[in-house]
RNA sequence: GCCGCGGUAGUAUAGCCUGGCCUAGUAUGCGGGCCUGUCAAGCCCGUGACCCGGGUUCAAAUCCCGGCCGCGGCGCCA
């Protein structure tokens, strides 16, 4: 090998005309083989697309020829050889004047990354890594990534602080949500549901505007295409705020931001047309209050929910339609949600205690946020504990945050799966996470 | 947790309802062969499967029961 060849990523090798007639390297996998004969065209692939190679009897070395006959779909290699103008796909080809097999498979394939995504979906997440090379399975991460990091961009630039809270915690924490156990040096601690309590620790200590991206534990034995065990939160919590409307504001605002670069930036646009999904940026995010909703639901739909209960999972699915109807909107915010069906810590509505500050976000009809203003005064924080029937005791540890001066704050949670899957048209959360955890699945 | 649906080669499927013609078909992969410009390469040969256990029957991939596994709906939630 030429050791002074630097590999170059096939997509960054594609966008460079200069490079023709010039030795290259192109390292990656082996994702087909034409053997006409004489000629072997090699299609090889990475992370950022696919380019020919092409080992010709005659013009490569009698060694490479021999070493090219080995090759495998999968195996990993390296060439070395000149980029040239040919009728490849791409425009241009390499004629591979040296090879190196890094690896070879040692056994079939169980799952072709090719048609993997044409296999259900137990056998692509048992053999994940084959699956994730699938282009179309590598766009669903490379967005995920993307949003994670457009997430972090959006809050720091409004002056929040990014936070690391702890996973394993020693209460079961809010809204009642099961949660795993595990054994701490002979005690019982839990996986955290959500980094809830800390993110208004932090604001409360001072550093009054807080996000965590981490991951969080539920113990719901769900059988659906939206649940998982084990997912990605998107958090923010502030202080100081004159309503749970700043905080809506501030979840607006990051969404107009992420959907806006989503529709624009020009290095995303193969996903969104692998998924073939267009983005819909609203100049304004609906909020209807779940008294209004139910009306809606009603005259629009027919469909009844009971006074003060909460929305079940068509009811969202509606008001998506509904917002997309008559906002030209994706999204749409419900509001006020009944004290009854919230956590103890959501601040109750001042002249109306049985609804509350709280929210949620519909993406696409599915419930990706939930927010609201949290209760920040001590008695009343006890009150609405001994409210929903539960012993301040066990909530000491949270409670102490609260004694010596905590500032008026709220907050969100987004699932970031949810965000991608919604995003991208996925009908399985699953296909939204690298190795997802479900009641059934621990591996790989 | 409750309720439904399903399990055939490595992968994806046909066959199952209406038991026998199934020595289980097809595609792809895999092994071998031919081919000097393929690009879903092509052609030839080969390889390989009825989830497990019990039952009904002259006869079970097919019907019945149990188990295991998978998928989905609901509740709930991000």
């Not at 200590?205 to 659906?224: D, I, M, N, Q, S």
Request: proline content about 6%; aromatic content about 12%.
């Amino acid at each position: 090998m030429h050791g002074m060849l630097k590999r170059l990523f096939i997509g960054d090798l594609l966008a460079r005309e200069d490079l023709v007639g010039s030795q290259v390297r192109v390292c990656g996998w082996v994702h087909n083989i034409r053997d006409v004969g004489r000629i072997k065209f090699l299609v090889l692939r990475d992370r950022t697309g696919f380019i020919q190679a092409v080992v010709k009897a005659g013009e490569a070395p009698e060694w490479v020829v021999e070493e090219a006959s080995k090759l495998k779909l999968e195996s990993v290699v390296c060439v070395d050889g000149v980029l040239a103008r040919g009728k490849a796909k791409e425009g241009v080809e390499v004629k591979v004047k040296s090879i190196r097999i890094l690896s070879t498979p040692v056994e079939p394939l169980p799952l072709e990354p090719d048609t993997s995504t044409g296999s259900i979906l137990a056998t692509r997440l048992n053999y994940r890594w084959l699956d994730l090379r699938n282009p179309r399975v590598t766009k669903v991460f490379l967005l995920e990534s993307w949003v994670a990091w457009q997430f972090r961009e959006y809050y720091r630039s409004q002056g929040f602080v990014e936070i690391f809270t702890p996973k394993i915690v020693a209460a079961g924490t809010e809204s009642g949500a099961e949660v795993f156990p595990v054994i701490y040096f002979g005690r019982e601690a839990f996986l955290a549901q959500s980094p809830q309590f800390y993110k208004q620790f932090a604001v409360i200590g001072g550093l009054e505007r807080v996000f965590e991206v981490g991951p969080v534990f539920r113990a719901e034995p769900h059988h659906t295409t939206r649940h998982l065990t084990e997912y990605h939160s998107l958090d923010i919590e502030l202080g100081f705020i004159e309503g749970y409307e700043d905080v809506m504001d501030y979840v607006e605002g990051f969404f107009k931001e992420m959907l806006g670069n989503l529709q624009r930036d020009p290095q995303l646009k193969p996903i969104l047309e692998e998924f073939n999904v267009d983005i819909l940026v609203p100049k304004e995010v609906p909020r209807v209050s779940i008294r209004d909703a139910y009306k809606i639901l009603e005259e629009e739909y027919g469909k009844k929910i009971p006074y003060g209960e909460d929305l079940d999972s068509e009811a969202e699915r509606l008001l998506g339609d509904y917002a997309r109807k008559h906002y030209d909107s994706d999204l749409i915010f419900v509001t006020e949600y009944p004290w009854k069906v919230r956590p103890f810590y959501t601040m109750r509505k001042e002249d109306e205690p049985e609804w509350t500050y709280g929210f949620d976000l519909l993406y696409k009809g599915l419930e990706v946020v939930t927010g609201g203003q949290r209760e920040h005064r001590y008695e009343v924080l006890l009150d609405n504990l001994k409210d929903k029937g539960l012993n301040p005791e066990s909530f000491k540890f949270y409670l102490d945050f609260f004694k010596h001066g905590a500032p008026p704050h709220g907050g969100a949670g987004m699932g970031l799966e949810r965000i991608v899957m919604q995003t991208l048209g996925l009908d399985n959360i699953r296909e939204a996470r690298l190795l997802p955890r479900d009641p059934e699945r621990v591996t790989p």
